[in-house]
């Protein structure tokens, strides 16, 4: 497509589920990017891939976060055990190798209960 | 660390006044500058950015930054504002390489009254 694909758009998880977050990047990008945004607040960086490779994880604020970019295209930020602090929109962003400019989706809105 | 600081939360303004947003960074190294925006209901994008070469950068609408590399700054200006001008703008940077994160502020809201 011509632009970052993020799915569900919306979710609405109650405490203690697991849920599943999609990024299709746009085609060719070799960077892909996860902020978590609160309201009010600018993107917080969650982790950074290029190609396959997770090289910056530093972000991922607990070990129920989890992402993964198995072919180096599309993308899958996984929080398990969801938590009401994980209310956030979660962005998905994709970028060339060199310019940095990156390429932002719609987000996707988690709200826990 | 890097980090990323945008002193005003919220501006209001009158149609046709000058703006400047406020942008400072902490990080002693070469670094790539952003200005990102987000219109009411749409996903953020870019509005310019600064990798090297001339310190004044012009960028989409008729918008400006200014990089000054003794203050750490890089400032968003537009000499006459419209109301559609209207949204949330974000500050960025990151080191200078392409495998780096790009760290945001916390934003800007601009309000303009028609």
């Known amino acids: 497509g011509a632009g970052v694909s993020q799915s569900p758009r919306y979710k609405v998880a109650k405490r203690g589920q697991d849920v599943a977050l999609r990024c299709d990047p746009i085609s060719g990008h070799v960077s892909l990017f996860w902020y978590q945004q609160a309201l009010g607040q600018g993107p917080e960086f969650l982790t950074y891939?290029?190609?396959?490779?997770?090289?910056?994880k530093s972000g991922l604020p607990s070990d129920r976060f989890f992402a993964e970019r198995p072919e180096g295209s599309v993308s899958t930020l996984k929080i398990q055990r969801t938590q009401q602090e994980d209310s956030a929109v979660y962005l998905c962003?994709?970028?060339?190798?060199?310019?940095?400019?990156?390429?932002f989706g719609e987000g996707s809105r988690l709200t826990v209960l | 660390a890097q980090s990323v600081s945008q002193h005003n939360h919220h501006v209001i303004l009158s149609e046709a006044a000058s703006l400047e947003l406020g942008c400072n960074y902490s990080?002693?190294?070469?670094?790539?500058l952003f200005w990102y925006v987000q219109y009411p209901g749409q996903h953020l994008q870019l509005l310019l950015k600064y990798f090297s070469g001339d310190p004044l950068v012009k960028g989409i609408k008729g918008f400006e930054a200014e990089f000054i590399k003794s203050k750490f700054s890089f400032n968003l200006r537009k000499p006459s504002v419209q109301w559609s001008d209207t949204a949330e703008y974000f500050c960025?940077?990151?080191?200078?390489?392409?495998?780096?994160?790009?760290?945001f502020g916390s934003g800007t809201r601009l309000s303009i009254r028609p």
């Open positions: 990080y002693g190294g070469t670094v790539n």
């Open positions: 960025a940077v990151n080191r200078y390489s392409s495998a780096s994160k790009i760290i």
């Open positions: 891939f290029q190609n396959e490779a997770q090289l910056d």
């Open positions: 962003a994709s970028g060339t190798e060199n310019t940095g400019e990156l390429f």
